[in-house]
């Protein structure tokens, strides 16, 4: 059959749920042929990764200190070691082989953002005890206080 990767959905909450985002470093995101700038390129590590991944029993699967990187459609100031969650992704899973040739196998992801949210440390550690993974829940969140 054609066409079918336009129907395949990546579910960025689900994956994103149980993960913290670290700044590794920032750099200009520039269009490959016309090389005009297009935003910010953010290089994050997965620093945290406590999501259960469907798996053989013995066979621990993990996805932290992976390397993701969030282009951010705007300018954007950012210092290394921030927690940081992109907002409004739109994120395309796609493969690649370790020569850099596309491949049917889909262990890459493309995440664009509208921008990006900087988490205080205090944020941090709400999100990790009451378990508030998305950014979008925290006025719901704010609003029982």
Do not use: Q, R
């Not at 960025?12 to 935003?39: I, M, P, Q, R």
């Not at 969030?70 to 100031?77: A, E, G, S, T």
Request: aromatic share 16%; glycine share 4%; charged share 25%.
């Amino acid at each position: 059959m054609n066409g079918l990767k336009s129907f395949m959905k990546f579910d960025w909450d689900d994956f994103a749920a149980e993960k913290e985002f670290t700044v590794k470093s920032t750099s200009d995101w520039t269009d490959y042929n016309t090389k005009e700038k297009l935003g910010t390129k953010i290089e994050v590590v997965i620093s945290k990764d406590d999501t259960t991944y469907p798996g053989k029993k013995g066979n621990e699967i993990s996805n932290i200190f992976e390397t993701l990187f969030f282009k951010v459609k705007k300018d954007v100031d950012v210092s290394p070691k921030k927690k940081v969650v992109p907002v409004n992704p739109t994120v395309t899973a796609y493969g690649m082989d370790k020569a850099g040739n596309f491949s049917s196998f889909l262990n890459c992801l493309s995440i664009t953002c509208e921008d990006i949210s900087i988490l205080p440390p205090f944020l941090i550690f709400l999100f990790i005890f009451y378990g508030l993974f998305y950014i979008s829940s925290l006025p719901v969140f704010f609003a029982h206080f």
